[in-house]
Every structure is written in C-alpha cells, then in structure tokens.
C-alpha cells in the first residue's frame, strides 16, 4: 500500500499505541499478540479502516514505508504471533521461503538489512516515549 509519508507521532498516535501495546504480552523477549490472527497464527490489527497483518503495519509505522510488494516481514524467533521488531526481519520472498526451508540462514547474515537497523532503533525510542508518557 502506497502511504504518505508523516512524521511518527502522526503514523502512530498515542491511543493507537496504547490500543495495540494492550495486546501485547512479553513471553521471554518475544511480544505475543492476543489479539486476532489469521489462520496461521499472524497477528492481525485494525488500523485506520483497514485490517493489517501486525508485522507489516510495524514495518509502515516505525520506518514510514511499506513493505514493497515481493517482500515479507520474518521472524527471527518463528514465533508468528511476535510483535517484537527486533525479531523481525524483512527480506524477499524467496529467502523467506528458503529461511522456512531452514537453508538460507548464513545468506540471511551475509545480508543485513541496514535501514532494519535503524528501524529498530526508531522502535524501541517511540516504545520508550510510549511507556514515558503512557
Ligand atoms: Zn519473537
């Protein structure tokens, strides 16, 4: 989904985090969804008149862009339901798939995201506003 650029207090507001930081449950250092999920266990979330896949809308928030079309949002820690960004990593649908087949592992850190990096970064500073001012 093609998405304006905003600033990220306005991607996210503070009731919407709460909204969503509500649903989330810490489970060793992943965070569990108890909310909705779709068949195979992926969270999934309203989000301004439209149901999102969880991970995807992470990724619009916190980077302010959308996953481009061909690429998915893993979980390093293959728990589906986790909404820990730091556990989440995009990458291509085809490495997705072959990560699923667990053969690309070492190709997977020959290739570091490095705006995943900053991604977590901007993650954990909104999360820690969040809690400051929740
Ligand atoms: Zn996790």
New binding site residues.
């Given amino acids: 989904m093609a998405a304006p650029w905003l600033p990220l207090s306005e991607r996210l507001t503070e009731r919407e985090a709460g909204r969503i930081l509500a649903k989330l449950r810490e489970h060793g ?3 569990r969804w108890t909310g909705s999920t779709d068949h195979d266990g992926y969270a999934r979330v309203w989000y301004r008149g439209r149901n999102w896949h969880m991970t995807r809308l992470l990724v619009w928030v916190l980077r302010g862009e959308a996953v481009a079309a061909g690429w998915d949002v893993a ?1 390093q ?1 293959h ?1 589906p339901s ?1 909404c ?1 960004p730091a ?1 989440l990593l995009v990458q291509d649908r085809r490495s997705n798939r072959a990560v699923r087949l667990a053969v690309a592992q070492r190709e997977r850190r020959a290739r570091p995201d490095i705006r995943w990096r900053r991604f977590e970064q901007q993650c954990r500073q909104h999360l820690r506003e969040i809690y400051r001012y929740g």
């Fill in positions: 250092s992943c965070w979980h820690c728990h986790c820990n556990h």
